[in-house]
């Protein structure tokens, strides 16, 4: 395993600094971690700690506006979360923006309270409000946690309450009540600090001085190092809830994190159910009995959850899928993990972890993970060492550790439908805001283009760092060529060749991914289908014989037709409970027409599904697959020359077919007959109606490309975009609101979307309406508009090449639409070159409020006599999109 070198300090206040340097790209990753979460509330006072994750990006004392704003002018991206042990706040900034964040960051540390006003508290308050609808009451089986957290850690244990916490404890709570808990949690004493990425290790601690040393200590804070719950027996749960397929949840309180079970239960939930040959898989979602089964551990600090989750498949019964749990519960003390179980798992263990290592901040980064251990064990070497902890793990472990902790005390759910601390004394006027230093020239990776005997070309990207490959195989045709009578057949055929081969079976395929410790990804997408794995280094060769085996040699064998049918069925069957997915269906047809290659939905609708023959599969796939329309894409630590030699023994005996079939997309992707208004899907008792609003453009060809990135940045591209700040920051209406532009080689879609309070519904659309007519009227984008969002992308751009899927993502860009090799190189100049002018005249020419056409997913009896008011044509339609009235 790579040694993840660090320096470690403390300041005289109490708070730790990690710094780790990674020259990679000029980017710099900031984290810091408050030891805080929800169970350092108390009772009747629950949701504090994930209120103040929001309240922290309000602003503070000398910057009391927006956090995000200054740091997504300079690119940086940024996020937080909170869970029961700890809050955290990170972001990623162009490494000469290094001092912007750490002087905001130590600003809303020391000086939070300074600006935090009444209106800001009722603000966030409405904000957690949505978030909580959005996050549990409208997803389906989205309480069923909530109803199990309770029991599995009764009162009164501090895991008792959701993060979230009680709606009524946050709607009572003053002003003072936040305040103090504020004062006790959130100081330099009770929070550790991690830099990694383009540093200089000595100029950093300089800066980290400069900002937190002179910040106030905290009061010492008692810490619970244990606290087994008191579950004794087992808790039997039922839960009506607006969903088609019934759910089942088994879970067990298990010891804490850091605790040498740890390791033996995170083994043996992979055993259970992680992959196609998983023990819960084959009994259960392989035979159509379940649409899905996953089992997980999750060790927190004081105590931790085990679950095994699974949905029944229609005509099954959360009965039969309980009596097989049940049965292989026990049969795994009986019949323990074998060598080549224990392998497999290591193998993902070990992938995964080197993964999360690629990159150096976000969730999960090694800022992060630096941070992690040091709060919780503190010793950030655990980074370097906590790997040695799964490799001595046997499999008489794993069964010791079933049989003492997956006992009797256990809840099962049904879901069924329906030192002295001192500060240093600094002169420092903090009401300066930190100017940047000379930016760190960028320039994205170079790949290389060779082509193979049978000319298929291979595109390389060398990436150093650790030892992980990423490789892909691009088709450059995709859904647009499924034929009116058979939608979805492109996503159908590519989900079935890696269910047998002339080599393998389906149960080989996927045990053959599992010993590599990786899976097969396939995106199957409107204009191009992807084939990728990402594997060890040390297994690139035996990856790429698969990877090459799936997409020369489907056979489409007759039962993993059957099989994938009943399973695809039975999840369209559950989206149909899910209200962002209805309108992800629903949305393009609307725009398109369902005869348009862009307009039907890419994963097919019932009738087509059952449609679906071995006949229809492989003239599809003999047509589409061919060296002709490919590309491999390889990414990651190999020279190119190895890369090559490798493909060349895979893939050079690939040949195109024959078949003459026209691949031209069926139908146009102009805009469909459909009339301009609002389209409502019915769905009742939602507690958030989600919206989308929205018409074609142009295509991604045209040269307007980057004036409309950037007015669609600046329209609801990002946090502090018009969109968002209006339905989030100041109305309250949604917990996020955004824009985007789905990129065609035909007629692209613009497209403005998110979920709103069902009684704001009305107040939305009149909102979302003002917001489009004002983005091309007289008081249209801003100078200032223009180059903070200019600013963010070119700042950001860096941030797109971190990881081996980011590079791949791109070099897909370059192959399905034709960019030319110097592309990513000419971006930052052609951002540069766009004009405000030209900004407001592609706003003003592209964009057409009265072209608009509106889909809203939710309770039609609550929301139909507002939307009435606003005198615009109302039509209703299914979850299939289907016009019922209007």
Known sequence: MSVIKYTKITLDNGMDVI??????????????????????????????????????????????????????????????????????????????????ALWLEADRMGYLLDALTQERLDNQREVVKNERRQTYENRPYGMAHWNMQGQLFPAPHPYNWMTIGSQADLDSASLEDVQAFFRKYYSPSNASLSIAGDIDVNQSIDMVNKYFSSLSPGEPNDKVSRFDSSLSGRVELFMPDNVSLPKLYIAWTTPPHLDSSEPELDILSLVLADGRNSRLYSKLVY???????????????????????????PGHSLSEIESIIDEELERIITDPPSDEEMEIALNKIEHYNYSQLSKVGGFGGKADLLNHYNVFASDPEYINTFIKEYERVTSSDVISSRIKVLNENQVRLRVEPNAHLVPVELDLDRTI????????????????????????????????????????????????????????????????????TNTRTSAEIYNDLDKLGTS???????????????????????????????????????????????????????????????????????????????GHPVTGNEESIKKFTGEDLKAFKNAAFSPDRSQIIVVGNMEFDEVYSICENYFSDWESDSSTRDLTPDGTSASSLNPVGIYICDKPESAQSV????????????????????????FGGQFSSRLNLNLREDKGYSYGFHSGVSWYSDSSLLVAGGSVQTDKTTESIVEILKEFNEIVSDISITEEELEDARNQLLRGYPAGFERLSQIMDNMIQLGVHDLGDDYFERVPENLKSVSLEQVRSTATDVIDPTELKILIVGDKQEIIQGLKSLGHPIFEVDSEGAILSG
């Open 520 to 598: 097969m990804n396939i995106e199957s997408r409107r204009e191009f289908i992807f084939y990728s794995i990402e594997v060890l280094a040390k297994h690139f060769n035996s990856g790429l014989d698969i990877l090459s085996d799936v997409i020369k040699n489907p056979v489409f064998p007759q039962d993993e037709i059957d099989r994938i049918k009943s399973k695809q069925l039975g999840d369209l069957q559950r989206s149909k409970d899910e209200p962002n997915a209805i309108a992800d269906r629903v949305f393009p047809k609307l725009i398109y027409g369902e005869n348009s290659g862009y």
């Open 287 to 313: 035979p159509n009995v379940a649409q899905n089964v996953s089992a997980y551990a999750y060790s927190s600090e004081i105590a931790g959850q085990f679950f095994i989750e699974a949905t029944a498949s």
């Open 433 to 500: 805001e930190p100017q940047a230093s000379e930016p760190q020239t960028f320039k994205p990776p170079k790949h290389q283009k060779r082509f193979l005997s049978n000319g298929i070309e291979v595109v390389h990207v060398k990436k150093d760092g650790p030892p992980l490959v990423g490789c892909g195989v691009l088709i450059k045709t995709g859904a647009t060529s499924d034929t009116k009578e058979l939608p979805g057949l492109a996503y159908f055929t590519s989900m079935l060749t890696r269910e047998g």
């Open 19 to 100: 710094l780790h340097k990674d020259k990679s790209i000029p980017m710099v990753a900031v984290n810091v971690w408050y030891h805080v979460g929800s169970k350092d509330e108390e009772l009747g006072k629950t949701g504090f700690a994930h209120l103040f994750e929001h309240m922290m990006f309000e602003g503070s004392k000398h910057h009391n506006e927006n956090h995000f704003e200054p740091l997504q002018k300079v690119g940086a991206s940024l996020n937080g979360s909170t869970n029961m042990d700890r809050t955290n706040y990170w972001e990623n900034v162009p490494s000469n923006y290094l001092e912007l």
């Open 691 to 714: 919206i989308r609003a929205g018409h074609t453009i142009f295509s991604r060809s045209d040269g307007r490309y980057y004036q409309m990135n950037l007015v669609n940045f600046i």
